[in-house]
Protein backbone atom coordinates (compact mmCIF):
# COMPACT_ATOMS: atom_id res chain seq x y z
CA UNK A 1 0.00 0.00 0.00
CA UNK A 2 1.71 3.40 -0.62
CA UNK A 3 2.51 5.72 1.76
CA UNK A 4 -0.16 9.06 2.01
CA UNK A 5 -2.91 10.10 4.16
CA UNK A 6 -5.26 8.56 5.80
CA UNK A 7 -8.61 7.97 4.64
CA UNK A 8 -11.19 9.90 6.49
CA UNK A 9 -12.96 6.33 7.24
CA UNK A 10 -10.35 5.01 9.14
CA UNK A 11 -9.45 8.28 11.18
CA UNK A 12 -9.89 7.55 15.11
CA UNK A 13 -13.58 8.41 16.20
CA UNK A 14 -14.72 10.51 18.81
CA UNK A 15 -15.67 7.18 20.93
CA UNK A 16 -13.15 6.36 22.99
CA UNK A 17 -13.01 2.31 23.32
CA UNK A 18 -12.76 2.72 27.04
CA UNK A 19 -15.97 3.72 26.67
CA UNK A 20 -16.91 -0.21 24.88
CA UNK A 21 -15.86 -1.75 28.04
CA UNK A 22 -12.17 -2.65 26.19
CA UNK A 23 -8.82 -2.66 28.28
CA UNK A 24 -7.18 0.87 27.22
CA UNK A 25 -4.07 1.92 28.41
CA UNK A 26 -4.88 5.12 28.01
CA UNK A 27 -6.71 7.87 29.70
CA UNK A 28 -10.26 8.65 28.93
CA UNK A 29 -8.66 12.14 27.55
CA UNK A 30 -6.05 10.44 25.25
CA UNK A 31 -8.02 10.31 21.96
CA UNK A 32 -6.96 8.41 19.14
CA UNK A 33 -3.74 6.60 18.31
CA UNK A 34 -0.26 6.69 19.30
CA UNK A 35 1.51 7.87 22.25
CA UNK A 36 -0.08 9.84 24.65
CA UNK A 37 2.01 11.79 27.96
CA UNK A 38 0.45 9.24 29.84
CA UNK A 39 1.50 5.97 28.00
CA UNK A 40 5.25 7.52 27.90
CA UNK A 41 5.52 8.47 31.55
CA UNK A 42 4.32 4.78 32.22
CA UNK A 43 6.94 3.58 29.64
CA UNK A 44 9.41 5.09 31.31
CA UNK A 45 8.85 4.26 34.82
CA UNK A 46 8.81 0.51 33.81
CA UNK A 47 11.81 0.10 32.20
CA UNK A 48 13.24 1.88 35.07
CA UNK A 49 11.79 -0.05 37.60
CA UNK A 50 13.30 -3.35 35.70
CA UNK A 51 16.48 -1.62 35.11
CA UNK A 52 16.76 -0.87 39.06
CA UNK A 53 15.83 -4.69 40.27
CA UNK A 54 17.16 -6.56 36.64
CA UNK A 55 20.20 -4.47 36.13
CA UNK A 56 19.73 -4.08 32.07
CA UNK A 57 20.54 -1.85 29.75
CA UNK A 58 18.12 0.20 28.14
CA UNK A 59 18.47 -1.50 24.49
CA UNK A 60 17.59 -4.63 26.31
CA UNK A 61 14.56 -3.56 28.02
CA UNK A 62 13.32 -1.31 24.96
CA UNK A 63 13.63 -4.56 22.69
CA UNK A 64 11.03 -6.49 25.43
CA UNK A 65 7.51 -7.17 23.60
CA UNK A 66 4.90 -5.28 25.38
CA UNK A 67 3.63 -8.82 26.86
CA UNK A 68 6.85 -10.04 28.47
CA UNK A 69 7.61 -6.48 30.46
CA UNK A 70 4.30 -6.52 31.62
CA UNK A 71 5.23 -10.45 32.81
CA UNK A 72 8.16 -9.04 33.86
CA UNK A 73 6.84 -6.04 35.98
CA UNK A 74 4.37 -8.58 37.58
CA UNK A 75 7.02 -11.35 38.53
CA UNK A 76 9.55 -8.65 39.71
CA UNK A 77 6.27 -6.99 42.22
CA UNK A 78 6.18 -10.90 43.48
CA UNK A 79 9.28 -10.95 44.51
CA UNK A 80 9.41 -7.70 45.74
CA UNK A 81 6.26 -7.76 47.50
CA UNK A 82 7.57 -11.50 49.36
CA UNK A 83 10.86 -9.88 49.98
CA UNK A 84 9.47 -7.33 51.64
CA UNK A 85 6.55 -9.67 53.69
CA UNK A 86 9.91 -11.46 54.96
CA UNK A 87 11.74 -8.17 56.26
CA UNK A 88 7.86 -7.17 58.34
CA UNK A 89 8.25 -10.84 59.35
CA UNK A 90 4.86 -11.79 58.10
Same mark, same amino acid.
Given at each position: ????????????G?????? &? $??????????????????????????I??? &?????? /?????? /??????????????????????? $??? $??
Amino acid at each position: MPAGPVPDRQLPGPEHPRG &A $GARYPFPADVRGGGLGHYAHDELWQEIAFL &AYHLHW /DLDRLL /DLEHGDRIRLLQEVGGLNERAWQ $GVQ $GG
